[in-house]
């Protein structure tokens, strides 16, 4: 997939509809992430992790929704015959993702919105850190990166940011050298809790 080709028309068609206004909204919260396409034996399911950082608007209504962010994540893993739960070989991912989203008020008055975007992005794995020395997985078995597709639901109250949403990971989280699940993807749900910094009239 190029990146360019989803990402140019996405800024044009926003540009173009664009007003003056410019928003930057500050965000902490919650993700949890999950793995898709797990083969026979093994079953994922989400741990906590948290993300720290911005998306910006640019527009009205309709609004380019660029962002960067930072975050921690893991995934529990069972191996069902042998009934071991483990928390992806005790392996801990620091992130940096990367947003290009449309976004759009469904309702735009002042003092509340309700808010919805969609895109694409890119999280680039930055560390692997093992909770225990025993285990020989490291990060040169994940890929270093993963296209998404994210999609979201917000509300603004005032100045209050809540949103939530996923991200459905495009590309493999392991690299075909991995010792297990090289088919799988990784599939987050995450909320947040933010401050909205200029775009007008609350």
Do not use: C
């Not at 680039?124 to 020989?136: E, H, N, V």
């Amino acid at each position: 997939m190029n990146l360019k080709t989803i990402l140019f028309p996405l800024l044009a068609a926003s540009i173009g509809t664009a007003s003056a206004q410019f928003a930057v909204n500050p965000q902490l919260g919650a993700n949890f992430t999950q793995l898709t396409n797990t083969p026979s034996g093994f079953v994922s399911s989400a741990s906590f992790g948290w993300q720290v950082g911005a998306d910006f608007r640019l527009g009205d209504r309709l609004y380019f929704q660029p962002g960067a962010f930072f975050g921690r994540s893991a995934t529990y893993i069972k191996f069902t015959p042998l009934d071991t739960v483990f928390i992806e070989d005790n392996m801990i991912r620091t992130t940096a993702k990367v947003k290009a989203l449309l976004g759009y008020n469904l309702i735009h008055d002042d003092g509340f919105k309700l808010r919805v975007n969609a895109g694409p992005t890119y999280e680039a794995l930055l560390s692997i850190d093992s909770k225990d020395d025993k285990i020989a997985f490291n990060k040169d078995d994940y890929n270093g990166g993963s296209f998404n597709l994210d999609a979201g639901l917000g509300v603004d109250i005032w100045k209050i940011s809540l949103e939530g949403g996923l991200s459905y990971g495009l590309s493999n989280a392991y690299k075909d050298a991995g010792k297990f699940m090289k088919d799988s993807k990784y599939f987050t749900w995450y909320a947040t809790l933010g401050f909205v910094i200029g775009g007008g009239p609350r």
